[in-house]
């Protein structure tokens, strides 16, 4: 997991990248993954890879976070997600976060662009978790918005379609900050719950709370949440 504060130390510098890889005429087996490196958009530098066949069609789809090798008008790292795909023989790319965002469970039209009032963004999370075990995992994102404090931290869960299409079954915001793990087939979400009267910085609740895969709903829900007093 990247915070906002290790996003470039985390990072990795490579090369540019085109938007798509040609790879053949379509006759043979599927094409070999590419290096990450060839999946970087121009100018900036991959932070996170994750790798898994997320529509079972047998190839493996790539997704790649990445931010601006040089800052934006704030001096802030503009961060990018891209997920890429195999398409009539050629790597290319399906989904980019600035753009729409995938459709479903009450999420916002987009995901990386730009929480009011805050000044930056970061892909705090990028990982794959199998929720019903069924062979088709999902894709777990961890978006956080901030600026003079720390903002909303959002969390989307995300499937690809047999016919390739990104669908969001899953969609959190909290409040303000928050701490996105996976643990297994499970994600924990922890974060400050704010009274009326709490100051910016310290919350007098902490929530936790347990989101998975819901037998009787046949959906990804949260399934436990907790609520504790910090003072």
């Known amino acids: ?18 938007c798509t890889t040609e790879v053949g005429d379509g006759s043979g087996p599927p094409p070999p ?27 493996e789809e790539v997704a790649v976070s990445s931010v601006s090798g040089r800052p934006g008008e704030l001096g802030i790292a503009i961060p990018y997600l891209e997920v890429f795909d195999v398409r009539e023989a050629r790597w290319i790319r399906v989904f ?12 916002p039209a987009e995901m990386l662009a730009g929480a009011d009032g805050f000044v930056g963004q970061s892909v705090q999370a990028l990982e ?25 931290v959002e969390l989307w869960i995300v499937s690809m379609t047999a016919t390739g299409d990104l669908v969001t079954e899953f969609y ?20 400050g719950v704010y009274r009326s009267r709490d100051p910016g ?21 949260v399934l436990t949440r907790r609520r504790t007093e910090t003072r």
């Open 128 to 152: 794959v978790v199998d929720f019903a075990g069924d062979a088709r995992p999902e894709l777990v994102v961890g978006i956080a918005s901030f600026g003079a404090t720390a903002g909303p």
């Open 172 to 191: 959190r915001s909290t409040e303000r900050g928050g701490e996105i793990a996976v643990v297994g087939d499970r994600i924990r979400l922890e974060y």
């Open 201 to 221: 910085c310290c919350p007098s609740l902490r929530a936790v709370e347990t989101i998975g895969w819901d037998p009787a709903a046949g959906s990804i829900d």
């Open 96 to 107: 980019d976060a600035t753009g729409a965002a995938p459709p479903g469970a009450g999420s």
């Open 33 to 59: 993954q590419p290096a990450p490196e060839r999946l970087v958009r121009a100018g900036a530098i991959a932070v996170d890879v994750v790798s898994e066949d997320l529509d079972a069609d047998g190839v």
């Open 1 to 18: 997991m990247s915070g906002p504060g290790v996003l470039v130390a985390a990072a990795v510098t490579v090369a540019a990248v085109a």
